[in-house]
Antibody, heavy 119, light 112 residues
Framework: EVQLVESGGGLIQPGGSLRLSCAASGFTVSSNHMGWARQAPGKGLEWISL???????YSAQSVKGRFTISRDNSKNTVSLQMNSLRAEDTAVYYCARLDSSSATYFDYWGQGTLVTVSS | QSALTQPASVSGSPGQSITISCTGSSSDIGVYNYVSWYQHHPGKAPKLIIY???KRPSGVSDRFSGSKYGNTASLTISGLQAEDEANYYC????????????FGGGTKLTVL
């Protein structure tokens, strides 16, 4: 059974850093495209970062230069390093697997972890 | 990038059918047959219910169906059930010089 479990969220001050982790089971992250999306309070979903099976990474303009996605093949995890956090980064962050055929939709999601950026 | 446009809320009675629209542009829905829909019960993991405009993943009820016309995609839920009450999000692949998908703002479905 495919499962994704996020961790690492919490309350952080503006300008601070936080690292989110996503533990995958039922499949191998290194053979799949993996991404992060978020949902700010009262807003819709927003894709923010992706790492493909080849290791190439892509980021939305809203987080480019501040957030970095990576993976640990030995632990079967994907991480999101978030630096220079802003109040507008407050959101529930979801880890998701991108489909392996067309790479255009997310076929499995985690339950999310809440990040609150506030002083 | 702006989100795809969905109605904020829709409602229906058990047994009825409802349709949720998702309006994009000629850079996403209008040019790609890569529209997907997700069901999200708060506090739980979002669930893929439609991909490639009108395909259902294994295990998803055939009460859920998708379609597209021009720059607008639609999700229809027939035979409404209480457990269908949730938030629904559309998504489309979009023209970009890098990977990019665009989501809708979400629609809250209330089963009366």
């Amino acid at each position: 059974e495919v499962q994704l479990v996020e961790s690492g969220g919490g309350l952080i001050q503006p300008g601070g850093s936080l690292r989110l982790s996503c533990a995958a089971s039922g499949f191998t992250v290194s053979s799949n495209h993996m991404g992060w999306a978020r949902q700010a309070p009262g807003k819709g979903l927003e894709w923010i970062s992706l790492i493909n099976y080849g290791g190439s990474t892509y980021s939305a303009q809203s987080v480019k230069g501040r957030f970095t996605i990576s993976r640990d093949n030995s632990k079967n995890t994907v991480s999101l390093q978030m630096n220079s956090l802003r109040a507008e980064d407050t959101a529930v962050y979801y880890c998701a697997r991108l489909d392996s055929s067309s790479a255009t939709y997310f076929d499995y999601w985690g339950q999310g972890t809440l990040v609150t950026v506030s002083s | 990038q702006s989100a795809l446009t969905q109605p904020a809320s829709v409602s229906g009675s058990p047994g009825q059918s409802i349709t949720i629209s998702c309006t994009g542009s000629s850079s996403d829905i209008g040019v790609y047959n890569y529209v997907s829909w997700y069901q999200h019960h708060p506090g739980k993991a979002p669930k893929l219910i439609i991909y490639d405009v009108n395909k259902r993943p294994s295990g998803v009820s055939d009460r859920f169906s998708g379609s597209k016309y021009g720059n607008t995609a639609s999700l229809t839920i027939s035979g409404l059930q209480a457990e269908d009450e949730a938030n629904y999000y559309c998504s489309s692949y979009t023209t970009s010089n890098t990977f990019a998908v665009r989501f809708g703002g979400g629609t809250k479905l209330t089963v009366l």
